[in-house]
């Protein structure tokens, strides 16, 4: 038992270590070598964990989308509010991450941003991430009553997006209230038309 909590310490701190590394220097920059000395994790435990760095990358997509399923999952669906302050919760949510001392924007967005458009399987696994998040996104939309879900949906995607990497770049995390301020106003002018033809 407590070779397999070994383990996962071993693990965890590698996720962490090559996440923000992979995100504050670029995932170009990073080598193993950089990876092992700041999380302090033997050579031969990243290998048996991960295999190689690109497997060590999609770990890091992983566990980053997790982040966001347990907001989707858990974090929203309990809190006791109408649908519409559920959604401008996420922004709340975000707020906390970008105050945090380890944030250096999206690791998916980062990795697209520095890889080749053309052809890449980063690409793939972001875009795959997007309509996940997006699905989920959805279902509380439309839960507030919105008309044209979908398009809403897409508003609110982009604002999202925005956010973040207006967070990243001005390393004001508090950009996540405006953010808020504009997903009430695409949900306000939604719901009200909406209202109104019913």
């Known amino acids: 038992m407590k070779n397999n909590s070994r383990k996962e310490v071993s693990k965890r701190k590698l996720l962490n270590t090559a996440c923000r590394l992979f995100c504050k220097e670029g995932i170009h920059a990073t080598g193993i070598a950089r990876i092992i000395e700041e999380s302090g994790v033997a050579r031969r435990t990243l290998y048996l964990h991960f295999g190689s760095k690109e497997n060590l990358l999609k770990a890091v997509f992983e566990a980053e989308a997790n ?19 559920r959604i401008l919760a996420l922004f709340d949510l ?9 944030f250096y924007g999206c690791v998916f967005i980062n990795a697209v941003a520095e890889h080749d458009k053309g052809n890449s399987w980063i690409q793939e696994i972001a875009n795959q991430h997007r309509e996940k998040i997006n699905a989920k996104l959805e279902a509380m939309v439309m839960e507030s009553g919105a008309k044209d879900p979908e398009l809403v949906t897409e508003k609110l995607s982009l604002l999202i997006d925005g956010t973040i990497v207006t967070a990243m770049v001005t390393g004001k995390g508090e950009v996540a209230h405006i953010g808020r301020l504009a997903a009430e106003d695409i949900l306000r002018s939604t719901t009200s038309t909406s209202h109104q033809e019913t």
């Open 94 to 102: 975000m707020q906390n991450w970008f105050s945090s001392k380890d």
């Open 67 to 85: 982040i966001w399923f347990c907001w989707f999952d858990r974090d929203l669906p309990a809190m006791q509010c109408s649908p519409i302050e």
